[in-house]
């Protein structure tokens, strides 16, 4: 199996573009594709080795994974814009060294991003399934601040995720807002309710609080993120809806 991935562009949205490794390489029945969207804007410049960290436990979990070989993760970070750590390959070809890029800087195009992943899920999920590949889908937006940046609106993400539920390209899909932030700062609350609007807006399955970008709460998103992505994977192929995330975890 090739490690090289393949550009794609998402018909119709402008610029907006993603990697994958093409189907044909592919070998299991099925796959879960799964997309982490991480915030890199400067508010969060002085927590840069966390972000890391963060990334980083997600990948490492899903390697040990007994699922690994079915699972295809993409990696998208934002500020100004959105980045593309990597696209759409097997866990077990990612090099946690990809991950030391993370340089906070700017911005917030949050909806951008969440565009992205959702659009790329769909268009990505009808060429497994014209390839004769079951799929299910998850997808988990990490971020501390409101979007003042993006040019798609909230309606072009809730349109492309209703595509997804509405087709027969993936059997189930979950997503998951999580709000990061410092509860004693005092624009908490006003994040976390446009958050929380913003999660019902897109009909993202649940907004999360998470806490801080502190060292605990580091490993417990990405301990919770893949552990999710592998209980997702594990559901593909059984007809039912993916687990949900255990929120009250924090």
Same mark, same amino acid.
């Not at 195009?109 to 899920?121: E, G, K, Q, R, Y």
């Not at 605990?216 to 809806?241: E, H, M, R, Y």
């Given at each position: 199996m090739s490690d090289q991935l393949e550009n *794609?562009?998402?018909? $119709?949205? $402008?610029? &907006?573009? &993603? =990697?994958?490794?093409?189907?044909?390489?592919?070998?299991?029945?099925?796959y879960t594709v799964a997309t982490v969207v991480l915030d890199e804007s400067g508010s969060l410049e002085y927590k840069k080795d966390l972000l890391i960290e963060l990334l980083k436990t997600v990948a490492e979990g899903l390697k040990k994974s007994s699922r690994a070989e079915s699972i295809l993760l993409r990696v998208i970070t934002f500020n100004y814009d959105v980045r593309?750590?990597?696209?759409?390959k097997p866990v077990t070809q990612i090099d946690l060294n990809e991950y030391n890029q993370i340089d906070p800087d700017g911005r917030t195009a949050l909806i951008d991003a969440m565009f992205s992943a959702v659009a790329?899920? *769909?268009? *990505?999920?009808?060429?497994?399934?014209?390839?004769?590949y079951d799929a299910n889908a998850c997808i988990y937006v990490i971020t501390d601040?409101?979007?003042?940046? =993006?040019?798609?609106?909230?309606?072009?993400? =809730?349109?492309?995720?209703?595509k997804i539920k509405a087709g027969e390209e993936v059997e189930s899909i979950i997503t998951a807002l999580f709000g990061v932030n410092d509860p004693t700062c005092g624009w908490t609350q006003e994040v976390a309710q446009a958050l929380s609007e913003l999660q019902a807006e897109i009909d993202f399955t649940e907004y999360i609080e998470a806490g801080d970008v502190d060292k605990k709460n580091v490993?417990?998103?990405? $301990?919770?993120?893949?552990?999710?992505?592998t209980s997702t994977s594990q559901a593909l192929g059984k007809g039912g809806p993916s687990q949900q995330l255990p929120s009250k975890a924090f």
């Amino acid at each position: 199996m090739s490690d090289q991935l393949e550009n *794609y562009v998402i018909p $119709g949205a $402008g610029n &907006f573009t &993603f =990697s994958a490794i093409n189907p044909e390489e592919l070998e299991e029945l099925g796959y879960t594709v799964a997309t982490v969207v991480l915030d890199e804007s400067g508010s969060l410049e002085y927590k840069k080795d966390l972000l890391i960290e963060l990334l980083k436990t997600v990948a490492e979990g899903l390697k040990k994974s007994s699922r690994a070989e079915s699972i295809l993760l993409r990696v998208i970070t934002f500020n100004y814009d959105v980045r593309e750590i990597h696209g759409f390959k097997p866990v077990t070809q990612i090099d946690l060294n990809e991950y030391n890029q993370i340089d906070p800087d700017g911005r917030t195009a949050l909806i951008d991003a969440m565009f992205s992943a959702v659009a790329s899920t *769909y268009e *990505y999920a009808k060429k497994l399934e014209d390839d004769g590949y079951d799929a299910n889908a998850c997808i988990y937006v990490i971020t501390d601040g409101m979007d003042n940046e =993006s040019k798609k609106h909230a309606r072009d993400v =809730s349109d492309q995720l209703a595509k997804i539920k509405a087709g027969e390209e993936v059997e189930s899909i979950i997503t998951a807002l999580f709000g990061v932030n410092d509860p004693t700062c005092g624009w908490t609350q006003e994040v976390a309710q446009a958050l929380s609007e913003l999660q019902a807006e897109i009909d993202f399955t649940e907004y999360i609080e998470a806490g801080d970008v502190d060292k605990k709460n580091v490993g417990k998103i990405g $301990g919770v993120v893949s552990s999710s992505i592998t209980s997702t994977s594990q559901a593909l192929g059984k007809g039912g809806p993916s687990q949900q995330l255990p929120s009250k975890a924090f």
